[in-house]
């Protein structure tokens, strides 16, 4: 993860069970290099001791808006203005009602209604209290103000009960925490499909052909551009990657699932990156059976081209929607991405030549070259990470080139 050196978050820890995670949050966030400050309610030192936390994060740990340790030079509402994203981990019922009243009756409710910094709350509690109608509006509330909500996740509580209302892993806080500090919402409001990972196409009800695709490339621009603040729908075919939180999900198992897929949900998007694999041919027939390999000298299979998808949604891009291709080539890649990109309709083609050392399918890094009707830039070899920020600064630049023209 890059890094959060100069960044300060001041996070509040309020008293739930679950403020022992929020010990990890601390030591994940400052490995970063953010420089945390912590506020700590009173009722929550039953929980977890300050002095856990003030190790962690080598800061003066606040619980007491009225007796601020000797060594601390500036008043408290300066953490207010310090803090570049206020974290409340884990965020009690009680504390999510007060900060959505505007109430200020302890440090930590007073400080988080002094800040202008993005504030964002992982709440925690049992499911009932989670439910209850109270909760929930004032949830909605601060929702509406702008406040930033981490989880709940679901599972096994520690009151026993299971449902909603666990604190969000300390991993995902950490992983939200950074992507609001480092990225800005440049693609809040925007529509983003992605597709991902190999189609498999049936043999018999127990085998397959497909392709080497991981879904590395396509995930990690999903995840990017959630991160960037769009609405990203990730299409994917069989992966073991975690799905990025926030999304929508629909997976795909064939090249024909994919394609009725991208029919129902194109028109939705504003830009579309289609980064999966899906099979050029597939098997003419299915055997309905298991085909035995008992008796036999050899095992044809005849295949069939399959539909063309890139083309076929390229047919039907409405003005002002950014379409983006994906060329994975051996030989003549730049004559081959450059014909596909006229004949899919498509505005970029990011291409990569797979024979490459450290380009293709199932690594971490790439090599690509996007190529547009009329320009084509080369990249080193980067994170696919970092080449999914850098295509959808692309992706942007051509979607305001279509939609904000003067
Ligand atoms: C053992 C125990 C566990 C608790 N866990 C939670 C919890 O997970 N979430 C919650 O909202 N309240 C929980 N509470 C209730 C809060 O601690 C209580 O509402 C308290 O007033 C909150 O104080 P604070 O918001 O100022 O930290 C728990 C109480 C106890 C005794």
Request: charge should be neutral; glycine fraction near 6%; aromatic fraction near 6%.
């Amino acid at each position: 993860m890059p890094s959060l050196s100069g960044k300060n978050v001041v996070m509040g820890v309020t008293a739930g069970v679950a403020a022992y995670k929020s010990l990890v949050v601390v030591s994940g966030l400052k490995k970063l290099g953010a420089e945390i400050d912590i506020i700590m309610t009173e009722n929550a030192c039953n929980f977890i001791s300050p002095l856990s936390f003030q190790t962690l994060s080598a800061r003066p740990v606040t619980v007491d808006m009225f007796k601020e340790p000797a060594f601390w030079e500036v008043e408290h509402i300066a953490l207010a203005r310090k803090a570049n994203l206020f974290l409340v981990a884990p965020a009690t019922a009680n504390f999510i009602g007060k900060y959505a009243n505007g109430i200020a009756d302890d440090m930590l409710t007073t400080t988080v209604l002094a800040t202008k910094a993005k504030v964002a709350l992982a709440p925690a509690m049992n499911t009932a209290m989670w439910e209850h109608v109270a909760v929930q509006e004032n949830i909605s509330k601060l929702k509406q103000r702008g406040v930033l909500f981490i989880g709940p996740a679901s599972g096994l509580l520690a009151c026993g009960e299971e449902g909603a209302g666990r604190m969000e892993s300390p991993e995902e806080i950490i992983k939200f925490v950074s992507d609001k500090l480092l990225y800005d919402e440049d693609l809040k409001n925007i529509n983003i499909i992605v597709t991902a990972g190999p189609a498999k196409e049936a043999i018999d009800p127990v085998r397959f052909i497909s392709n080497y695709s991981s879904g590395k490339m396509g995930y990690a621009i999903a995840d990017a551009a959630k991160a960037r603040g769009a609405n990203v729908t990730l299409i994917s075919g069989a992966s073991v990657l975690p799905v990025p939180k926030g999304i929508e999900f629909l997976p795909f198992n064939s090249t024909a699932d994919l394609l009725s897929i991208m029919q129902n949900n194109y028109s939705k998007a504003d830009i579309i990156i289609q980064a999966a694999a899906p099979a050029d041919f597939t098997p003419r027939e299915v055997s309905p059976i298991k085909i035995k390999k008992a008796g036999r000298e050899a095992m044809p299979l005849e295949l069939a081209p399959t539909v063309d998808i890139a083309k076929e949604i390229g047919k039907k891009k409405q003005s002002g929607q950014v379409f983006i291709g994906f060329a994975a080539e051996t030989n003549d890649g730049a004559k081959n991405a450059r014909s596909k990109l006229e004949d899919k309709n498509l505005d970029l083609i990011v291409l990569n030549d797979i024979t490459q050392e450290g380009a293709g399918f199932n690594g971490d890094t790439n090599i690509v070259c996007f190529i547009t009707a009329d320009s084509s830039e080369q990249l080193p070899l980067m994170t696919k990470k970092e080449v999914a920020h850098k295509l959808l600064d692309r992706a942007l630049s051509i979607y305001k080139g279509k939609n904000l023209k003067a």
